[in-house]
């Protein structure tokens, strides 16, 4: 069996349900108002995705990364994010949150987390930076839900699409 034949998309999300796109990127428009850095965003996206494991997430933003100049051994080093130090203390502020709101039915999100990431985001950041996890693990949600098919994404392609990367 191929490998094309064991995969196969139930869905196409971008032409069958074209509402619950435009919803989605109702919240990439919020998001977009906290002008958080790229590399931040693209960071968080990939966490997101590699915890729940979606596929054609993970192909589209880090294709989308790699292209906007982020470095191979940052992504590669992602999941063991904690045992490294090619990151921020703010982007290791943005991944333990990413990380807990993903998880929040495991982890509570606990007070601590709260305060260690507060030192590194204000009230304002922090709202739309748990917002755009919301919204990455819906897109996540989505994407498994239809079985879409990683691989063929170009980066950049979905720039008149996604308002984030419209402004990169």
């Excluded at 109702?26 to 998001?31: I, N």
Aim: proline share 3%; with cysteine.
């Amino acid at each position: 069996m191929e490998a094309k034949d064991i995969m196969k998309t139930r869905i196409d999300l971008m032409h069958v349900t074209p509402g619950i796109i435009q919803a989605m990127l109702g919240l990439e428009r919020q998001v977009r108002r906290a002008r958080f850095d790229h590399k931040l965003i693209d960071l968080v996206r990939m966490r997101a995705s590699q915890i729940n494991g979606c596929a054609y997430c993970l192909d589209m933003h880090s294709k989308d990364a790699r292209a906007n100049g982020e470095t191979e051994q940052r992504l590669y080093g992602l999941h063991a994010w904690r045992e490294t130090p090619y990151y921020s203390a703010r982007e290791r502020a943005a991944l333990e949150w990413t990380e807990e709101l993903t998880l929040v039915a495991e982890t509570g999100v606990p007070d601590d987390v709260y305060e260690r990431v507060r030192e590194q985001f204000s009230e304002d950041e922090l709202a739309h930076l748990s917002l755009a996890i919301v919204a990455i693990n819906g897109w996540n949600r989505l994407n498994i839900a239809a079985r879409t098919v990683p691989g063929d994404y170009v980066a950049g392609s979905l720039a008149n699409l996604d308002p984030v990367a419209v402004e990169r």
